[in-house]
């Protein structure tokens, strides 16, 4: 069975960059037909895409977020990882990592997610 | 960017009861379709992808249908375990940006 899990630091400080890994069990990252991806969700509030990523290393971010955002993945570790710069309170949030079924060349739904990470923007 | 715009925000609804929620799109999303389900404090869950296609595993109660612009989930007859929160999202765009609707609260009448 596919699981995610997240790590990283729970707490960055504002401008600062966070960083988090999504380390995939169960299955291999390096397989077709699927992106890997970040989602956020601010307390209380709803889902944001943020961005996802081939195993080829080919990536799509949210145009609000790509000037900040920056994926990777690393096949050898089965794991792909998010750094976000000049952070804020606004980026205080629930990240979810997520695979991400193709259909047609693009990218569609998530599922399975991992748990989520809890990140906290403070000083 | 395609909004996503669901209704009502909350839906107050008797265990054995159908519910139905309404996920409209700002143009058309084909049936680019997916819809989620979020318990308090645990990840969103994929009950259905391509507008009306259940998820592995998903009861049959679950049934989602509509095309272009405007979509229904429905729980035939709520269970205990449906208390929830459920987001629509759009999967139509290139190059993609995957969004979501703001959710609709299932809770106990």
């Known amino acids: 069975q596919l699981q995610l899990q997240e790590s990283g630091p729970g707490l960055v400080k504002p401008s600062e960059t966070l960083s988090l890994t999504c ?12 992106h890997w991806g970040w989602i956020r ?17 080919s990536t799509y971010y949210n145009p609000s977020l790509q000037s900040r955002a920056t994926i990777s993945v690393d096949t050898s570790k089965n794991h792909f990882s998010l750094r976000m710069t000049s952070v804020t309170a ?10 991400i079924s193709m259909i047609l060349m693009t990218i569609g739904w998530f599922d399975p997610w991992g748990q989520g990470t809890l990140v906290t923007v403070s000083s | 960017e395609i909004v996503m715009t669901q209704s ?97 609260k299932v809770e106990i009448k």
């Open chain 1, 23 to 34: 380390t995939v069990s169960g299955g291999s990252i390096s397989i077709s037909s699927y």
């Open chain 1, 41 to 57: 969700q601010p307390p209380g509030k709803g889902l944001e895409w943020i961005g996802s990523i081939y195993y080829s290393g």
């Open chain 1, 90 to 99: 606004a980026d205080t949030a629930v990240y979810y990592c997520a695979r």
């Open chain 2, 8 to 104: 009502p925000a909350t839906l107050s609804v008797s265990p054995g009861e159908r519910a139905t929620l309404s996920c409209r799109a700002s143009q058309s999303v084909s049936s680019n379709l997916a819809w989620y389900q979020q318990k308090p404090g645990q990840a969103p869950r994929l009950l259905i992808y391509g507008a009306s296609t259940r998820a592995t595993g998903i009861p049959a109660r679950f049934s989602g249908s509509g095309s272009g612009t405007e979509f229904t989930l429905t729980i035939s007859s709520l269970q205990s375990e449906d208390f929830a929160v459920y987001y629509c999202q759009q999967y139509n765009n290139w190059p993609p940006l995957l969004t979501f609707g703001g959710g609709t």
